[in-house]
Nanobody, 114 residues
Framework: QVQIVESGGGVVQPGGSLRLSCGLSGFTFRDYVMAWYRQPPGKQREMIATVSGSGDTVYTHSLKDRATISRDNTKNTVYLQMNSLKPEDTAVYYC????????WGQGTQVTVSS
């Protein structure tokens, strides 16, 4: 049974940083590309970044230069370090593998506000 558990969100002031974590189980973690997504209020979910099993990364434009995706294959965990956060980064953040599981985790809320 696949489980996805995101954590690490919270309320942060503009310019602040957060490190999100996502633990996954129920499949061979190291064999898959992993991805972080976000869903701002009232908008569709969008992909932020991906990391391959060997650590190769790809970023979309929305958080490029302000985010770092990484993974620990010994812990079945993927991370997203975000810096210089802006109010428009407020969203629920999710992770999933590629190809995506149909069932998503609960996400972790990130609110950037002064």
């Amino acid at each position: 049974q696949v489980q996805i558990v995101e954590s690490g969100g919270g309320v942060v002031q503009p310019g602040g940083s957060l490190r999100l974590s996502c633990g996954l189980s129920g499949f061979t973690f190291r064999d898959y590309v992993m991805a972080w997504y976000r869903q701002p209020p009232g908008k569709q979910r969008e992909m932020i970044a991906t990391v391959s099993g060997s650590g190769d990364t790809v970023y979309t434009h929305s958080l490029k230069d302000r985010a770092t995706i990484s993974r620990d294959n010994t812990k079945n965990t993927v991370y997203l370090q975000m810096n210089s956060l802006k109010p428009e980064d407020t969203a629920v953040y999710y992770c999933n593998r590629i190809p995506e599981f149909s069932t998503w985790g609960q996400g972790t809320q990130v609110t950037v506000s002064s």
